[in-house]
């Protein structure tokens, strides 16, 4: 058996372009963490990696805000965001979230 290493963004590409979908199972907010998600509160929405819950709260790597997130179709199947703010780490609170999806692409690292 070998073994090839690729990055993040490449096995992301590839998920993509192979219509994989992964199993999305969120039965409590601690399911959250270790993934990607795009998040909508009541006056904003994130994107980033979920890597701890602090009580009510989650921390999010990577994360970015997102000013314009464009046709929300396209956002969320293709990861195409109109306008974007990286931000580093964020917090958001749970009691705040309307509704997140998961994250199936690179994450923004550059202001769009």
Same mark, same amino acid.
């Given at each position: 058996?070998?073994?090839?290493?690729?990055? !993040?963004?490449?096995?992301? %590409?590839?998920?993509?372009?192979?219509? $994989?979908?992964? #199993?999305? /199972?969120?039965?409590?907010?601690? *399911?959250?963490?270790?993934?990607?998600?795009?998040?909508?509160?009541?006056?904003?929405?994130?994107?980033?990696?979920? !890597?701890?819950?602090?009580? %009510?709260?989650?921390?999010?790597?990577? $994360?970015?805000? #997102?000013? /314009?997130?464009?046709?929300?179709? *396209?956002?969320?199947?293709?990861?195409?965001?109109?306008?974007?703010?990286?931000?580093?780490?964020?917090?958001?609170?749970?009691?705040?979230?309307?509704?997140?999806?998961?994250?199936?692409?690179?994450?923004?690292?550059?202001?769009?």
């Amino acid at each position: 058996m070998r073994t090839l290493e690729i990055s !993040d963004e490449t096995y992301d %590409k590839i998920k993509d372009q192979l219509g $994989a979908e992964d #199993v999305c /199972d969120v039965l409590t907010y601690e *399911d959250l963490v270790g993934k990607k998600w795009f998040f909508r509160s009541v006056t904003y929405h994130l994107v980033g990696y979920v !890597d701890k819950q602090v009580g %009510k709260f989650l921390r999010l790597n990577n $994360a970015s805000w #997102v000013a /314009d997130s464009g046709r929300f179709m *396209d956002a969320i199947k293709h990861g195409k965001l109109n306008e974007v703010e990286p931000v580093g780490i964020a917090f958001i609170n749970l009691d705040a979230v309307v509704d997140f999806f998961p994250w199936k692409h690179s994450l923004p690292t550059s202001q769009k």
